[in-house]
């Protein structure tokens, strides 16, 4: 019997893993895909991330980006540096997920990947965990399983809050500028924008809509963003993927188990990041499963707590903002975007050296006239 099983070797469940494996705590991570494995993403990490671990992640980020570029319906240019102590990191997320993965092997945790997990049952004190293959048990298990995954509701949480929006994406390939430069569109798409993310070797070009569910042509809408870019899409394959975007505090624990990454909806409604508020979810969960098997009965509720705490506050401005934002976006764009520090604000959010709750009351007021606490 495992200490505890972990569904899912993404940022939630490899950092969940690390975690617990440096603890001394037996650790297995299913995984249905093999890995490395790909994964749509837009790739940007915050360097804030580094803080949590004790290991170098220079082998797993593709490049680092400085500057920052927005338009509007693909004119009216804004171009800034971002004065940051460390660039935005750009990762591929089929390299950066496995490396996650392999530090954890280092520690001690152990991995079977290419295993769907079927079907889950709580035994007296322990989880067991069906497999295609074989069932393994554990006393604690964590849902790191992302949006479309079965955990949370074999787990119960069938009404979770949470906001389901959509991204379209491609990997074109290509070399990066000698300064390379992230670009967000607004009001090609609604309630959202469109990305050109550098790689290494290319770049991933994607829409995306974040707090509302009209009805968009992503294909149309991206093809035009692409032929602006000089790039030819027609040859190059498009995933779409679901977002589980935070709509609010909630539940995320039950017994002996925890949801973590975007099982918890925890993803950024006003950027859609999830991989920095993944990886915290995932260090909070090895924690208090630590704690939790250390003998702390009331570890789990103290999961939920912290997170809507920590994570909760945060995107609770997020959200306000992203409504004020995109609802308007036209008057978002000239007083939000266009404003003299809005680049480095968005820039240090973007790196973590600024919260939300730092700048929203400000930001709010430029958007809203009349705003108040």
Same mark, same amino acid.
């Given at each position: ?10 940022? %939630? !469940?490899?950092?969940?893993? @690390?975690?617990? *494996? ?15 494995? @790909?994964?749509?993403?837009?790739? !940007? ?34 171009? *800034?540096?971002? $004065? ?12 950066? +997920? ?9 520690? &001690? *945790? ?34 790191? +399983? ?20 959509? $991204? ?42 974040? /707090? ?26 498009? @995933? ?16 002996? %188990? ?7 909806? /925890? ?64 008057? !978002? ?8 520090? *809005?680049?480095?604000?968005? &820039?240090?959010?973007?790196? !973590? ?21």
């Amino acid at each position: 019997m495992y200490d505890c099983i972990i569904v899912g070797a993404g940022p %939630a !469940g490899g950092t969940a893993a @690390y975690h617990l *494996a440096k603890q001394g705590r037996s650790v297995l991570v299913l995984e249905k895909e093999s890995l490395p494995r @790909y994964k749509p993403c837009g790739g !940007g990490v915050s360097p804030a991330i580094a803080q949590w671990f004790d290991f170098d992640f220079s082998p797993a980020i593709s490049l680092k980006a400085d500057s920052l570029r927005f338009t509007w319906k693909l004119g009216d240019p804004v171009e *800034a540096k971002i $004065a940051t102590k460390e660039p935005v990191w750009m990762v591929r997320r089929d390299v950066f +997920d496995h490396f996650l993965v392999q530090q954890a092997q280092k520690q &001690g *945790a152990k991995l079977q990947d290419n295993t769907e997990v079927t079907g889950i049952e709580f035994q007296k004190d322990c989880w067991q965990v069906n497999t295609a293959n074989e069932p393994v048990t554990g006393r604690y298990l964590i849902a790191a +399983d992302g949006a479309k995954g079965p955990m949370a509701k074999w787990l119960g949480f069938k009404e979770r809050k949470r906001l389901f929006t959509g $991204a379209l994406e491609a990997e074109v390939p290509g070399i990066a500028d000698n300064n390379p430069t992230i670009y967000f569109d607004f009001g090609l798409a609604k309630n959202g924008y469109l990305w050109n993310f550098p790689k290494a070797d290319g770049y991933s070009i994607g829409v995306g809509t974040f /707090i509302g569910r009209q009805p968009q042509n992503f294909k149309k809408i991206l093809d035009e963003y692409a032929k602006s870019l000089n790039v030819d899409l027609t040859t190059t394959k498009q @995933y779409g993927h679901p977002l589980c975007i935070w709509d609010g505090n909630q539940k995320l624990h039950t017994q002996n %188990a925890l949801l973590a990454g975007e099982a918890a909806c /925890i993803v950024d409604p006003m950027t859609a990041e999830g991989i920095r508020p993944s990886i915290f979810s995932g260090l909070l969960a090895a924690a208090t499963i630590n704690e939790a098997l250390a003998g702390d009965i009331n570890a789990l509720e103290k999961y939920s707590e912290a997170i809507n705490e920590e994570w909760g506050t945060e995107m609770a401005w997020a959200q306000k903002l992203a409504k004020a934002f995109y609802l308007f976006a036209n008057i !978002g764009y000239k007083v939000g975007i266009k404003h003299p520090s *809005a680049p480095q604000v968005m &820039g240090k959010i973007m790196c !973590g050296e600024l919260r939300y709750g730092d700048v929203a009351t400000r930001a709010l007021k430029h958007l809203i006239p009349g705003f108040s606490n």
